[in-house]
């Protein structure tokens, strides 16, 4: 047997994510995929699938067609969606057997897309991410003329809205709406369209100063009075909360204890995914630093979790102390809204290494053995 090497990482405290369960879709690149959580919800709820291959291929530019069957599937299902047919071709290069054509010819009926002035909708192009989060507003509700997403200025309008209402939250660096949107980016924009409160019209009446009577449509959040809400207890209709209601988001802690949100849909588990801290620390830091860089106003008490573990006093960062540190090498420091979390990691020894025995028959007599010898970094408790 081969020997192993004399150290190992035995237990890695940083990780990001925790292991998404069963419901999510295992794809052979998931190591490549950036915004897991939004793939995996996205995925499992079948908005959106990988590749006959197995792999997902995130960085994949989205085509013009397929970001109509990504709208079709959040509003219809994927059920309903699938069996859409064009009686007529609703753009002169989507003839009505077009693969994506019955979704094409319905958010073109919707309202949701517009083709360009040549009577074409170009299926086959990238789509920008103003274009795609036009889209995604006009599936909450915006209707496309009052909001301005028509004309010269549309781009800065979709912009304004979608950036507004958080249709971006967790994108890496700034929003590029002329670049071409990928996969995993349509995944995150979409993900964030099913936490988006929806919108419906009103007429509002005012007087204008010389007396003229002028009536808009005003748009105004959707009330959630009827339904369960499985996404915000805000009386109002998110995205979900209306069309998919067998999803449901939970609060939820990781094994280190941090905050973290849980995805069903129905029983079955989707994933668990830990919550982007405020602020975090590898290296030893001052309550006055950490104070300065929460931006608190006053001594702030948190509740302190050690490697999972809830400590039996609250942590006080302190405003004015220049001398009290939190962390050390090889101590990970994340801070939350109320909580504070430690997560050490170990190095680990291995000391011993026994295969496992097998009889004449192939039973198994022995199992495999390992021994490790575990060793603390410097500042670990």
Not at 111 to 132: E, M, Q, V
Request: charged letters at 20%; hydrophobic letters at 40%.
């Amino acid at each position: 047997m081969k020997k192993f090497l004399s150290l190992v990482l035995a237990l890695v405290m940083t990780m990001s994510l925790v292991t998404v369960s069963a419901g999510a879709k295992d794809f052979t690149d998931s190591s490549k995929i950036t915004y897991d959580e939004a793939v995996a919800v996205m995925s499992a709820a079948k908005v959106i699938d990988g590749y006959a291959d197995g792999a997902f291929n995130p960085s994949n530019t989205l085509t013009r067609g397929a970001a109509a069957k990504i709208i079709c599937n959040l509003i219809l299902g994927p059920t309903t969606a699938s069996a859409l047919v064009a009686d007529a071709a609703p753009y002169k290069d989507v003839p009505t057997n077009h693969t994506f054509a019955g979704y094409i010819a319905y958010c073109q009926k919707t309202g949701i897309i517009s083709g360009y002035a040549d009577g074409t909708f170009k299926p086959a192009n990238s789509l920008t991410g103003y274009a795609f989060m036009k889209m995604l507003l006009g599936a909450l509700g915006y209707d496309a003329a009052n909001e301005g997403y028509t004309g010269a200025n549309w781009s800065i309008n979709v912009a304004k809205q979608a950036i507004s209402i958080g249709l971006n939250d967790g994108l890496n660096g700034e929003f590029n709406g002329v670049k071409a949107v990928n996969r995993e980016e349509a995944c995150l924009y979409a993900f964030n369209t099913l936490n988006a409160t929806m919108v419906e019209y009103t007429n509002q009446t005012i007087v204008i100063a010389n007396g003229t009577v002028k009536t808009d449509k005003v748009a105004k959040d959707m009330e959630n009075n009827a339904r369960t809400e499985t996404i915000k207890d805000d009386n109002k209709m998110q995205f979900a909360e209306k069309y998919f209601t067998d999803l449901k988001m939970f609060s939820a802690t990781d094994d280190f204890s941090r905050p973290a949100t849980q995805w069903k849909i129905k029983a079955e588990e989707v994933g668990k995914y830990t919550d982007t801290p405020n602020l975090t620390y590898t290296k030893a830091v001052t309550e006055c630093d950490v104070a300065h860089d929460a931006g608190l106003k006053v001594d702030t008490a948190y509740t302190l979790y050690v490697n999972g573990q809830k400590q039996p006093t609250t942590y006080t960062v302190n405003l004015t102390d220049t001398v009290t540190k939190m962390g050390a090498q090889g101590r990970l420091v994340e801070v939350y809204d109320d909580t504070i979390v430690m997560i050490d990691t170990f190095l680990a020894k291995v000391t011993y290494v026994a295969p496992a025995a097998y009889d004449a028959q192939g039973h198994l007599r022995t199992e495999a053995t390992i021994k490790l010898d575990v060793y603390a970094t410097k500042g670990s408790t």
